[in-house]
C-alpha cells in the first residue's frame, strides 16, 4: 500500500486565493520531505527540501513567499501556494526521505494537479 | 550539473510489441540510475535501478543495463501490455544524495 499519502489530487482554484496541498508519510516519521513541481512535457524539479522543526530550503529560483511550506510534524509537510496564478497551474508531487534500511528508494506522493483561473 | 535525457514521447505501440526508451545522462563519478512509473492518477513508484556500472535492473519484465561508456540506461521490454500504460521516467542521484534528477519522461500507451 501506499506510503506516502498527497492531499488533494486535484484543484482548481480562482486566481488570487491559496492552495494548501498536504503530504504524510504514512509508515515513517520522515524528518525530511522533498516536493517536486512539473510543467508540461518537462522533467520533475526539485522546488524545496522540507526539515521538520526548521525552515524548508530551496532551490535556486523558486520563491520561497510564494510557496510556503510547513513540515509541523514528523508525519506531516504543507506546500501552500499563495495568490495563485494561472501561471503556477502545474502538477505538484511530494516524496518523504527514506529510512536507513531503503538504501535508494524513494517514495512519492501521487501528486496533486493544479489549475488557476 | 548532473541532468538526464530520455526520449520524448508519446510512444504508442501495440500489445507484445517490443519497448524501448533511451534515457543518457551527465553526471561526474557514479550515479545510481533509476527508472521510474507513473500509472494514471498515481504517484511515483521505482520500476527498476542499478547502482554501478554493467549492473542490470529487473522488474515486471523490464530490464535496464547501465552502460559507463555510453552513459546510458535504456529501458527495454520485450513483450508490452496494455496494462504498461504509463510514464516512465529516467532519473540519477549522485554519490548518497537524496536529491534525484529526473528526465522529462515518456508517456507510453499500449494499445490491444
Known amino acids: 500500500g501506499a506510503v506516502v499519502s498527497q492531499h488533494p489530487s486535484w484543484v482548481i482554484c480562482k486566481s488570487g486565493t491559496s492552495v494548501k496541498i498536504e503530504c504524510r508519510s504514512l509508515?515513517?516519521?520522515?524528518?525530511?520531505m522533498f516536493w517536486y513541481r512539473q510543467f508540461p512535457k518537462q522533467s520533475l524539479m526539485l522546488m524545496a527540501t522540507s526539515n521538520e522543526g526548521s525552515k524548508a530550503t530551496y532551490e535556486q529560483g523558486v520563491e520561497k513567499d510564494k510557496f510556503l511550506i510547513n513540515h509541523a510534524s514528523l508525519t506531516l509537510s504543507t506546500l501552500t501556494v499563495t495568490s495563485a496564478h494561472p501561471e503556477d497551474s502545474s502538477f505538484y508531487i511530494c516524496?518523504?526521505?527514506?529510512?536507513?534500511?531503503?538504501?535508494?528508494?524513494?517514495?512519492f506522493g501521487q501528486g496533486t494537479r493544479l489549475t488557476v483561473v | 550539473g548532473n541532468s538526464v535525457t530520455q526520449m520524448e514521447g508519446p510512444v504508442t505501440l501495440s500489445e507484445e510489441a517490443f519497448l524501448t526508451i533511451n534515457c543518457t545522462y551527465t553526471a561526474t563519478g557514479y550515479p545510481s540510475l533509476f527508472w521510474y512509473v507513473q500509472y494514471p492518477g498515481e504517484g511515483l513508484q521505482l520500476l527498476l535501478k542499478?547502482?554501478?556500472?554493467?549492473d542490470k535492473g529487473s522488474n515486471k519484465g523490464f530490464e535496464a543495463t547501465y552502460r559507463k561508456e555510453t552513459t546510458s540506461f535504456h529501458l527495454e521490454k520485450g513483450s508490452v501490455q496494455v496494462s504498461d500504460s504509463a510514464v516512465y521516467f529516467c532519473a540519477l542521484t549522485q554519490g548518497g544524495s537524496e536529491k534525484l534528477v529526473f528526465g522529462k519522461g515518456t508517456k507510453l500507451t499500449v494499445n490491444p
Open positions: 509508515d515513517f516519521q520522515a524528518t525530511t
Open positions: 542499478a547502482t554501478k556500472a554493467d
Open positions: 516524496r518523504r526521505s527514506r529510512r536507513n534500511t531503503e538504501n535508494t528508494e524513494a517514495f
